[in-house]
């Protein structure tokens, strides 16, 4: 009896099914391909994502540098053609004369629009006055200011002129200033000023010559010389050594 239930036993262990053919082995199975697949999901999206971040915020980047550079584009030199600075050369063009003198519309056009307007007693006659700030290779303070009667120029003014010169004025160079003497004598003697005044009404012409750097003598040191119809008719200094 021992014997026949000992080879029962043994059938019955023999019978038991493979472990691979249990319910909890394909269950673990399943949770296993579940979690892999899961978690490859998870990476594939959280890969895209970070793709789709890192795309948007290049994206955000062009088109910044984009408008950044189009704002700079946009960003156009003022076409008044006041912004140009105002030549010496360009003053001494201004032809003077009260029926042939150079018009407001051709100086309008060629020095912009003036800064301010006023009016002056020129040679005793009233003159309607306009005035510009932007005058190139000067100081602080230079104007460039052109009188109308008519419509025509009859006097101009430039002030403040940067000069460069070699030495300074003194009193001796003053003295050899004399009467009847031409504009190029002076600037022979003197070198180039640093501002001219001119006026011509009823066939007088009236030119001012200021020297106001590079002299010898006090901080505030000047001189003028006066020329009527070209040639030397006063000259003034103040404060030079």
């Not at 700079?72 to 042939?100: G, H, R, V």
């Not at 006090?218 to 030397?232: C, G, Y």
């Amino acid at each position: 009896m021992d014997n026949e239930q000992m080879t029962r036993m043994q059938l019955r262990k023999n019978r038991r099914k493979p472990f691979f053919k249990k319910w909890w082995f394909w269950l673990i199975v399943v949770i296993v391909i579940a979690a892999g697949v899961g978690y490859g999901l998870f990476g594939y999206y959280s890969k895209d994502n970070t793709n789709k971040s890192s795309s948007t915020t290049t994206s955000k980047k062009i088109e910044k540098s984009k408008s950044s550079s189009n704002k700079k584009s946009s960003k156009k030199k003022p076409s008044n053609s006041s912004s140009k600075k105002i030549t010496l050369e360009q003053f001494n063009d201004i032809a003077l004369d009260e029926n042939n003198g150079t018009d407001w519309n051709t100086i309008k056009q060629n020095f912009g629009s003036p800064v301010s307007h006023t009016t002056a007693n020129v040679q005793g006659t009233d003159v309607d006055v306009q005035n510009w700030d932007n005058i190139a290779n000067s100081t602080t303070g230079a104007m460039v200011s052109v009188g109308f009667t008519a419509n025509h120029a009859v006097s101009k003014k430039i002030t403040n002129l940067k000069v460069d010169r070699s030495s300074e004025i003194d009193i001796q160079k003053f003295a050899q200033i004399e009467s009847n003497q031409s504009e190029d004598d002076v600037i022979k003697i003197l070198g180039q000023p640093n501002g001219y005044d001119a006026s011509t009404i009823a066939g007088t012409s009236l030119t001012e010559l200021t020297y106001s750097s590079g002299i010898k003598g006090d901080p505030d040191a000047k001189i003028v010389i006066t020329l009527t119809n070209s040639k030397v008719s006063k000259q003034v200094q103040n404060g030079v050594k």
